[in-house]
């Protein structure tokens, strides 16, 4: 009887300690401690997950976060301070933001780049009609470094203003430039035309030939990239500027015509030949602020105003 008695009492006790240490599990989810009094018996993800953090915690970024900044906004070309770019790296182990004295521009296009004249053969300076040339010589040739600015009865100003002239140089019609009788610019004056023809040039010089013109074209390495190398550093439109290698420097009288108009001042030069294409057209060359080139053409002696070179016999 007392045997039976603790055998009860002994099974009683074994029974609800296993019971009170189930119902203590965590993981058990009928249990008073689960850790998720959810339904399902899975852990939620708000379980599993840390809190969000505030605006002001350090993340990792993802792979998506990790990008160039986007371009500015119209309205600022200047990036705000919290942007950055990358910068090339420097031959040293340091990398800072250059100076604005570092930063070299670009190389200039052939069309606009100015090179020192210490390349320049200057002649002797001539003093005509109360100016003074310059000359330069070019191969076996030497001619005036800027336009013949000489008031021929008949010439005009590019739109009749002096300060043109003062610039460029006046214009002439062909029999004009190569003091002529008038009637030669409608008719053929070939037995007139001698050789180093001088015009209306100082002694000793003489209107180009279309043969002398040719003879340029040859010293400064042909006609296709002359242009480049005979137009002035400065005065043409549309970085249309030359390198002024030898010194001609040659600039954009324009042209204008017996009518009285005028045009393409800044962006073409024109200059007379002294030789007859035919009765009505003589030889002269053109600079344009689009061409690497000296074109050759034949124009109307009688219409077309154009400028003078002079080249030295």
């Not at 790296?89 to 933001?97: K, L």
Request: charged share 10%; aromatic share 10%; hydrophobic share 30%.
């Amino acid at each position: 009887m007392v045997l039976r008695f603790f055998l009860f009492a002994v099974t009683f006790l074994f029974v609800s300690c296993t019971e009170l240490g189930e119902r203590d599990n965590p993981d058990d989810p009928h249990g008073i401690n689960f850790r998720n009094s959810s339904s399902s018996g899975e852990p939620s993800s708000s379980a599993a997950s840390p809190p969000p953090t505030s605006s002001s915690s350090v993340v990792a970024p993802s792979s998506s976060s990790i990008a160039a900044p986007p371009p500015p906004s119209s309205s600022s070309s200047v990036p705000s301070s919290s942007s950055y770019v990358a910068l090339p790296p420097s031959s040293s182990s340091s990398v800072a933001a250059p100076s604005s004295s570092s930063i070299a521009p670009p190389p200039p296009s052939s069309s606009s780049s100015v090179p020192t004249q210490s390349g320049v053969n200057y002649g002797t300076p001539v003093t005509y009609g109360g100016e003074t040339y310059k000359t330069v010589v070019i191969g076996t040739q030497t001619w005036m470094a800027r336009n013949l600015n000489y008031n021929a009865t008949g010439s005009v100003c590019y739109k009749n203003e002096p300060a043109n002239c003062t610039t460029y140089g006046r214009l002439y019609n062909w029999a004009t430039a190569m003091a002529l009788p008038a009637d030669c610019n409608s008719k053929s004056c070939s037995g007139q035309i001698t050789v180093k023809h001088k015009g209306i040039c100082p002694d000793g010089w003489h209107i180009p030939s279309d043969d002398d013109w040719n003879a340029l074209m040859t010293a400064v390495g042909g006609a296709s990239t002359a242009g480049t190398k005979l137009k002035a550093t400065s005065g043409w439109n549309n970085s249309g500027n030359g390198q002024d290698t030898y010194g001609f420097a040659a600039l954009p009288g324009g042209n204008g015509n017996s009518g009285g108009s005028f045009g393409l001042v800044g962006n073409f030069g024109y200059w007379w030949s002294a030789t007859e294409l035919n009765a009505y057209y003589a030889y002269g060359r053109f600079m344009g602020y689009s061409y690497e080139s000296v074109v050759r053409r034949n124009s109307v002696k009688s219409d077309d105003l154009f400028s003078v070179r002079c080249l030295q016999d």
